[in-house]
Antibody
Framework: QVQLVQSGAEVKKPGASVKVSCKAS????????IHWVRQAPGQGLEWMGI????????NFPQKFQGRVTMTRDTSTNTVYMELSSLRSEDTAVYYC??????????????WGQGTLVTVSS | DIQMTQSPSSLSASVGDRVTITCRAS??????LGWYQQKPGKAPKRLIY???SLQSGVPSRFSGSGSGTEFTLTISSLQPEDFATYYC?????????FGQGTKLEIK
């Protein structure tokens, strides 16, 4: 069965970077796009971007340009999301989520368990 | 960027009620929309994809409709386990975008 297992909780100081991993299993890793979504405490879901594990191409909103990097390692079936220049507003649970269509144009169905990132001085 | 306006933001209802949640897109998105249910401390769960296709394993009391700019999620007869927060997600154009969420509470 499809599984996405994320790395553990992180506590970071303002200005630092965090790198969250998402290890996939149960399917052909390079066949399905993976989204990243975050949720600040008590708030709604925010789309952070998408990566195609096949070629590594990415797309993310303008607000994260220059601060977010999404990469993948096909040898370990793992995708990574790195967010730099952290500020308190980046405190959130970060999720990876996989789509279930080969062209990537469908809403993600399988989600990781979430990774809490806390930014605090 | 496409804005998704979801309403209502909160809703009180009773077991057995029929409820409808709406998402409006700021421009046409065909049927490139999904609906999610999220319970506290849990990852979202996909209920509907392609605006009206029911996810396998999801009870048939959930249904989705719409195309273009207006979409609805309907729960035909609320069950106790349905009290949660619901989100729509458009994936027609990057950046993808979620609605603000609808918190469904017990009356």
């Amino acid at each position: 069965q499809v599984q996405l297992v994320q790395s553990g909780a992180e506590v970071k100081k303002p200005g630092a970077s965090v790198k969250v991993s998402c290890k996939a299993s149960g399917y052909t890793f390079t066949s399905y796009f993976i989204h990243w979504v975050r949720q600040a405490p008590g708030q709604g879901l925010e789309w952070m971007g998408i990566i195609n594990p096949s070629g590594g191409s990415t797309n993310f909103p303008q607000k994260f340009q220059g601060r977010v990097t999404m990469t993948r390692d096909t040898s370990t079936n793992t995708v990574y999301m790195e967010l730099s220049s952290l500020r308190s507003e980046d405190t959130a649970v970060y999720y990876c989520a996989r789509v279930d269509c080969s062209d990537g144009n469908c809403p993600p169905d399988s989600w990781g368990q979430g990774t809490l990132v806390t930014v605090s001085s | 960027d496409i804005q998704m306006t979801q309403s209502p933001s909160s809703l009180s209802a009773s077991v057995g009620d029929r409820v409808t949640i709406t998402c409006r897109a700021s421009q046409g998105i065909r049927n490139d929309l999904g609906w999610y249910q999220q319970k506290p401390g849990k990852a979202p769960k996909r209920l509907i994809y392609a605006a009206s296709s029911l996810q396998s394993g999801v009870p048939s009391r959930f249904s989705g409709s719409g195309s273009g700019t207006e979409f609805t999620l309907t729960i035909s007869s609320l069950q106790p386990e349905d009290f949660a927060t619901y989100y729509c997600l458009q994936h027609n154009t990057y950046p993808c975008s979620f609605g603000q969420g609808t918190k469904l509470e017990i009356k």
